[in-house]
């Protein structure tokens, strides 16, 4: 069993950066690929970003693409999702998953263990 634990939402303002911590338990993460979504009031959790258990691959939403990094240190066991140039949009509860292979990494149901979210709150 693995237990994941987020960190690092906040409220910030358009244009500022944030970091958000996924620290694991229970299992070490480097035998999983770890991805983070979001999922803001009335809409659907959507994919955010990815990246496989030796971080050699990463994946990226199209509307975060340039702006957010995704990162990890297993030696740590945590996952970063570096946020750069936040707008109002990104605002919404941010989830971090893992998942034990590295295929279908933006697919929500593909992903077999959560945490309970860390809110990002973006202020015009």
């Known amino acids: 069993q693995v237990q994941l634990i987020e960190s690092g939402g906040g409220l910030v303002q358009a244009g500022d950066s944030l970091r958000l911590s996924c620290a694991g338990s229970?299992?070490?993460?480097?035998?999983?690929?770890m991805g983070w979504f979001r999922q803001a009031p009335g809409k659907e959790r959507e994919f955010v970003a990815a990246i496989t258990w030796g971080g050699a691959t990463t994946v990226y939403a199209d509307s975060v693409k340039g702006r957010f990094t995704i990162s990890r240190d297993n030696a740590k066991n945590t996952v970063y999702l570096h946020m750069n140039v936040l707008k109002l949009e990104d605002a919404a509860v941010y989830y971090c998953a893992a998942k034990r292979t590295s295929t279908s990494l933006s697919v929500i149901k593909e992903y077999d263990y959560w945490g309970q979210g860390t809110q990002v709150t973006v202020s015009s």
């Open positions: 229970g299992r070490t993460l480097r035998n999983y690929a």
